[in-house]
């Protein structure tokens, strides 16, 4: 995968040359590219930014540099073959970036990243290259940062570790929360190692049962109980044939049940009336 990042603050993405993105572009797995906006400027200061049209606080990010900018990193990932771009523009206003998205990004074969500062870029600049390539607005969260150089580093090792033989063991994300399939919708439970007893605090006796079904049947329980605490929106939006009937028998133990008048509103599940969350 060949990943450029375009920023007026290079120094920002040092992160991607540690950790497991650093030693997967030491094996080539990734092909990583930071430029510098600023090389694609044309006045004594250096500007990529102006201020608003309609008024208003806050200086927008120019057209000029971000055109020439993706222009030449185009041509040179084209000369280079490799393949087709997405283009991935961190902002706020944007979808939330879920494991779902991570997924689907790690089977592109090159993606480019616009962290933006001050108020954003020109929509003119997103408008034109969606002509020419998928482009996915993504937001790592309800809040804002002071760039989106902090996001790339979020998303790129969402998807890096998703690369095959980036980690060590290929099944290592199998049980992750928001992972596909079975735990799409929940999160993780807790974990434990060595030693059985610290300070006094024992590790689950299923555990150290040796039973691998339960426990399976414990670690889902657990991801259920969590989820149930956590995140309860998401059990929420969960259609009934999401659970087995172990799944659906922990929930009801916490307090859950199906909603039959929720669906046309994208909810599924409520919590049964009388129980104390």
């Known amino acids: 995968m060949r990943l450029d990042v375009v920023t007026i603050f290079p120094e920002y993405l040092e992160p991607l040359n540690v950790s497991l993105v650093g030693k997967a572009r030491a094996r080539g797995q990734l092909d990583v590219h930071v430029h510098d906006l600023r090389q694609w400027t044309y006045d004594r200061h250096n ?12 200086m927008v990010m120019k057209t000029e540099p971000w055109g020439d900018a993706l222009d030449s990193v185009l041509a040179d990932g084209y000369e280079s073959g490799a393949g087709t771009p997405t283009l991935i523009v961190p902002t706020p206003s944007g979808r939330p970036f879920t494991q779902e998205l991570a997924v689907q990004l790690s089977e592109r074969p090159w993606l480019i990243f ?95 049962s040796g039973h691998h079904g339960k426990i399976a049947r414990w670690r889902r329980d657990e991801a259920l109980r969590r989820t149930t605490r956590n995140r309860p929106d998401l059990i929420e939006r969960c259609e009934p044939k999401a659970f087995d009937k172990k799944d659906r028998e922990m929930l009801s133990i916490l307090g859950w049940e199906p909603d039959p008048e929720g669906e046309p509103y994208g909810r599924f599940w409520r919590r049964a009336e009388g129980v104390e969350e």
């Open 114 to 208: 616009t962290p933006a500062r001050y108020e954003g870029i020109d929509r003119r600049v997103i408008d034109e290259y969606a002509t020419r390539m998928p482009v996915h607005e993504v937001s790592i969260g309800d809040y804002v940062l002071a760039g989106g150089e902090a996001a790339v580093l979020v998303v790129t090792e969402a998807v890096a570790r998703l690369l095959p033989g980036v980690l060590g063991n290929a099944e290592s994300h199998r049980d992750d929360s928001f992972a596909p399939g079975a735990m799409a919708s929940l999160l993780e439970g807790p974990v434990y190692t060595k030693p059985p007893v610290w300070r006094g605090r024992d590790i689950p006796e299923v555990l150290l």
């Open 47 to 58: 500007t990529v930014d102006d201020t608003p049209y309609g008024g208003g606080p806050g």
